[in-house]
């Protein structure tokens, strides 16, 4: 997997456009891996995210306990697996072994980076207050990795029901801070 | 403006993409939108969703007394007008005035919908509790107005900087729920 550091000055620019995430933790048994799409940015830098988990989901008892995930951006190639990670639990299978997703190594977390996503962005959870009555995780990102060789990525977002819009065209219009 | 009642239960499958949305609010004096890409579904039905307004818009002071607000969903044909939007400050200027922006009459809360936009939802906000350490509002969206004269809407996805991805083709893969 080849890897740049991404200054986390940037990493807005990756979350911001609302795209599909893959969200990782560990636990003494095993990584695992869920889907989402509830998240939102909170402060630029350093980059400080929402992150929505159902108390359902086998990842949420993990999550409040490490305190600790990857959060890592696949590419519109990868969107079948995608669907497939958020259709099963955790709880009874190893979902990296049976998706053939590659764990690498995080410099920050003992979650693992996925190395058929686009970013992985190492974080810690900084905020639990809001997640007894939302599941809102606050996440600080500590450490933002994306893959230099994959050119002209395209990401995909969730419109629900297995139905994705895939990035289109880029454009550019004036701009400037207020 | 031609507009059709959507179920509140269908909400999330506009917001989940992360689209750009401009939030309208309604003071004694007028109404006044911004831009906002920092927003995420937090419940499916009734629709709550978590928004980041900064201290420093002119909005969030309007926001937290007022306590609700117009979510406005605008199409690519529109983004030349968005950016302009979230350029400028409407402490000083009447934006609606300024660009052309059509108030329609809202059937919930005092914040008028925009003719222009794709969708239109109407909220209030229902917790606030987040609002001093995060500029997190809460909301419930109230009634969701979508219009049906537009055929296959493109979204646009704020990437920072006035660089905008717009929606790309849709894809439906093998679904089902958990």
Redesign the interface.
């Known amino acids: 997997m080849k890897k740049r550091s991404l200054p986390l000055s940037q990493v807005?620019?990756l979350l911001?456009?609302?795209?599909v995430v893959m969200l990782t933790t560990q636990n003494s048994k095993k990584a695992n891996v869920m889907t989402m799409?509830?998240?939102?940015?909170?402060?630029f830098e350093p980059p400080?995210l929402?992150c929505?988990v159902s108390n359902?989901d086998y990842t949420f008892d993990i999550l409040k306990k490490t305190k600790e995930c990857v959060l890592s951006i696949p590419t519109?190639d990868l969107?079948?697996i995608v669907?497939k990670v958020?259709?099963?639990?955790g709880k009874k299978i190893d979902k990296f072994e049976k998706f053939n997703l590659t764990q690498v190594e995080s410099s920050c977390v003992a979650a693992p980076l996925i190395a058929e996503c686009y970013a992985n962005l190492e974080c810690k959870v900084v905020d639990t207050t809001?997640v007894n009555k939302?599941?809102?995780f606050?996440v600080e990102v500590l450490k933002a990795w994306v893959n230099p060789t994959m050119k002209n990525p395209?990401?995909?977002?969730?419109?629900?029901?297995?139905?994705?819009?895939?990035?289109?065209?880029?454009?550019?219009?004036?701009?400037?801070l207020?």
């Open positions: 807005y620019r911001e456009p609302g795209p799409s509830w998240h939102m940015m909170i402060d400080i929402g929505v359902r519109v969107a079948p669907v958020g259709n099963c639990s809001m939302y599941n809102i606050i395209k990401m995909i977002h969730h419109c629900g029901k297995g139905v994705f819009v895939v990035d289109g065209k880029r454009i550019k219009l004036p701009w400037h207020k």
